[in-house]
């Protein structure tokens, strides 16, 4: 794999020094949002929804995910975390794809503050990959369910599980940044902010452990965690409950005044690059970057979750591909009173 993107060329050496000391030592083996919505049934969607009309769109994905995979791999966590904003605001709907008009003053959902570290590699993605779908079967496949089949593409090519993704998704036609951020966790969300607002999507306890598994890939800026590394909960001190190498490694990379703003560590610090359970067993050993994630570890409600999911990747693997597919279907759409189906995906339809 090379690291080609300005993502991984921004990992700090000091990181890299603590992967391969934690290598070592770690064993690795082992809303309150407005939206009170519950999703749609999920008989809405089907894995066979474009048997007819587009029967090769799974493949037709694939050629572009797997190529992406290869050539930018930071695609990968992208895409994943961008279907992950998608489905949280408006529904799975394509909405965080659209750009905002020109000359406009409401600014669309992607260029909502919280939605600006989407990285731009998830949407040459869905864009290539949408190209591609339109020149065999023009007009027929959502964005929205391309968005869905490209983040399961990618975590299987990670080494996660592979699962059937349903379809039938219409792209929305409403995408405003002012309803992003009460619809997405923060990193400093208590374990309650963040259990009411997955209780709001239709998504339990258990799913709010399992989809943050995800973390098992991907990058986390310095300001994400910065609190936690110099002034914890308004203490003027280190979280507490950071392992001390951790800590040392990310207070290297991440000054608290100043720092290059372009660093990043990585959300699961022994496994990097790989979709498995190790993000669990971190969080048993004190080795969660993000406060959200660590914090999975502290609740009564959630420890025991943790724990059982840190020592079984087949249960891991079978739980995320499950909660993948509720997520997914969140507050999806059909038919034109609601959707539409854009041949860009970044401008509604005209
Ligand atoms: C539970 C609450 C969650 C919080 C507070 C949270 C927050 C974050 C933050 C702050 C980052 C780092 C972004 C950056 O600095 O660029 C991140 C990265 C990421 N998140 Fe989450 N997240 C949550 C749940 C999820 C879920 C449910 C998924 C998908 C199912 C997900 C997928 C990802 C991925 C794959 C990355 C890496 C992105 C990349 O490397 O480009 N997250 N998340």
Known sequence: MSFSSTNFAAISFTFIIFLLDLATQHSLANVTANSTRRPRPQRLLSVDYYSKTCPQVDQLVASVTSQQFKEVPVSGPATIRLFFHDCFVEGCDGSVLISTKQGSKELAERDADENKELAVEAFDSINKAKTLVESKCPGVVSCADILAIAARDFIHLAGGPYYQVKKGRWDGKISMATRVNANLPRTNSTIDDLIQLFKS???????LVTLSGAHTIGFAHCKNFLARLYNYKNTTKPDPFIDPRLLKALTMSCPRFGGN??????????????????????????????????????????????????????????????????????????????????????????
């Open 201 to 207: 999507k239709g998504l339990t306890l258990e799913d």
């Open 261 to 350: 703003t372009d660093i990043v560590a990585p959300c699961d610090v022994t496994t990097p690059f790989l979709f498995d359970n190790a993000y669990y067993g971190n969080l048993e050993s004190q080795l969660g970057v993000l406060a959200s994630d660590q914090v999975l570890f502290l609740d009564p409600r959630t420890k025991p979750l943790v724990q059982a999911l840190a020592k079984d990747n087949a249960k891991f693997f079978q739980d995320f591909a499950v909660a993948m597919d509720k997520m997914g279907s969140i507050g999806v759409k059909r038919g034109r009173r609601h959707g539409e189906k854009r041949i860009d995906c970044s401008m509604h339809e005209l």
